[in-house]
């Protein structure tokens, strides 16, 4: 996407980096830190500098995870965190070490429906920011955003996810669509939206990630045809944010008024958007030379 030549992986050490491995060192007593033990020590000090800071994180500040239990506030983003493939039961009995008294599974269903959206959203932002990211010549970020679809446990009574019996699923399944940011040179992941399968809306996925944007610099934001809108791009100019978006032809031939697309396309174009189809309205881009466009509301 940005140049195989151009947009390589820095294997460098950042002076950020070597800052934060002298500060573990020293706090450590003088012993050094291999960079993997950094980079989870990091991880670990958010959750506990979250934990400080609970009325941010959960649904019911007043009483969510208040009393003392074995899946406090920690544990639990520790388990969701490092949590495999394997069942439940399999993952509680690894996370505390085999233990007769372990909490159920029951008890981990209830302790995770008292954490916030945000409680993940923050931690990926502030672990983000402690390495600073990658930049392309030295300026720019370039984030990718797209799309994808997986499948959750069957549930047919949740119209939003489920899918009826096809010829792909005899019993139906349910699904939920994401549409992630991911900065290309650094390869990470910056931000997620998270839709019901059926509620998609990929317009309003990017304008919200457009609009939560936390990283500073220069970011290029670069997306495929189905992110293409009117809306998006008004969001990432009020944003002050670089776009690259693919359009499909028609689009194109109906933003420049023309019949046909020439081989190479460099040009600048002014739009008037407008609510009302007035007389007015519609005069007004013919005098100027200018393109109307009508936006329901």
């Given at each position: 996407?940005?140049?195989?030549s151009?947009c390589?992986?820095?294997?460098?050490?950042t002076?950020?980096a070597?800052?934060?491995?002298?500060?573990?060192?020293?706090?450590?007593?003088?012993?050094?830190?291999t960079?993997?033990?950094?980079v989870?020590?990091?991880?670990?000090d958010?959750?506990?500098?979250m934990?400080?800071l609970?009325?941010?994180?959960?649904?019911?500040p007043?009483k969510?995870f208040?009393?003392?239990?074995?899946?406090?506030?920690?544990?639990?983003m520790?388990?969701?965190?490092s949590?495999?493939?394997?069942?439940l039961?399999?993952?509680?009995?690894k996370?505390?070490?085999y233990?007769s008294s372990?909490?159920?599974?029951?008890?981990?269903?209830?302790?995770?429906?008292?954490l916030?959206?945000?409680?993940?959203?923050?931690?990926?932002?502030?672990?983000?920011?402690?390495?600073p990211l990658?930049?392309?010549r030295?300026?720019?970020?370039l984030?990718a955003?797209?799309?994808?679809?997986?499948?959750?446990?069957?549930?047919?009574?949740n119209?939003?996810?489920?899918?009826?019996?096809n010829?792909?699923?005899?019993s139906?399944?349910?699904m939920?669509?994401?549409?992630?940011?991911?900065?290309v040179?650094?390869?990470?992941?910056?931000?997620?939206?998270v839709q019901?399968g059926?509620?998609?809306?990929?317009?309003?996925?990017?304008?919200?990630?457009?609009?939560?944007?936390?990283?500073?610099?220069?970011?290029?934001?670069i997306?495929?045809?189905?992110?293409?809108?009117?809306?998006?791009?008004?969001?990432?100019?009020?944003?002050?944010?670089?776009?690259l978006?693919?359009?499909?032809d028609l689009?194109?031939?109906?933003f420049?008024g023309?019949?046909?697309?020439?081989?190479?396309?460099?040009?600048?174009?002014?739009?008037?958007l407008?609510r009302?189809?007035?007389?007015?309205?519609?005069?007004?881009?013919?005098?100027?030379?200018?393109?109307?466009?009508?936006?329901k509301?």
């Amino acid at each position: 996407m940005c140049g195989r030549s151009r947009c390589r992986y820095n294997s460098k050490v950042t002076r950020a980096a070597l800052e934060l491995e002298l500060y573990f060192i020293l706090i450590q007593g003088g012993l050094p830190m291999t960079f993997p033990e950094i980079v989870k020590t990091t991880l670990w000090d958010i959750i506990d500098e979250m934990s400080r800071l609970l009325s941010s994180f959960v649904k019911n500040p007043d009483k969510d995870f208040i009393r003392k239990r074995k899946l406090d506030f920690k544990k639990m983003m520790h388990l969701i965190i490092s949590m495999e493939s394997g069942s439940l039961n399999h993952e509680l009995l690894k996370f505390f070490e085999y233990d007769s008294s372990l909490p159920t599974g029951s008890a981990f269903y209830q302790q995770r429906s008292k954490l916030s959206v945000s409680a993940f959203r923050h931690l990926l932002k502030e672990f983000n920011l402690k390495f600073p990211l990658e930049k392309f010549r030295g300026k720019y970020y370039l984030i990718a955003c797209d799309g994808s679809e997986f499948n959750i446990a069957r549930n047919p009574n949740n119209p939003d996810t489920f899918h009826e019996p096809n010829g792909k699923s005899l019993s139906g399944f349910n699904m939920v669509h994401t549409i992630s940011l991911y900065e290309v040179c650094s390869r990470r992941y910056l931000d997620l939206e998270v839709q019901p399968g059926r509620l998609k809306n990929e317009f309003q996925a990017i304008c919200n990630l457009m609009d939560r944007y936390a990283y500073g610099g220069s970011p290029i934001f670069i997306a495929d045809r189905g992110f293409s809108s009117y809306n998006v791009f008004a969001h990432a100019i009020e944003n002050h944010v670089d776009f690259l978006i693919r359009a499909k032809d028609l689009n194109v031939q109906r933003f420049l008024g023309v019949e046909a697309l020439p081989d190479k396309l460099d040009t600048t174009i002014e739009l008037i958007l407008t609510r009302t189809q007035s007389k007015k309205n519609i005069n007004i881009p013919k005098k100027n030379h200018n393109t109307a466009i009508f936006v329901k509301t």
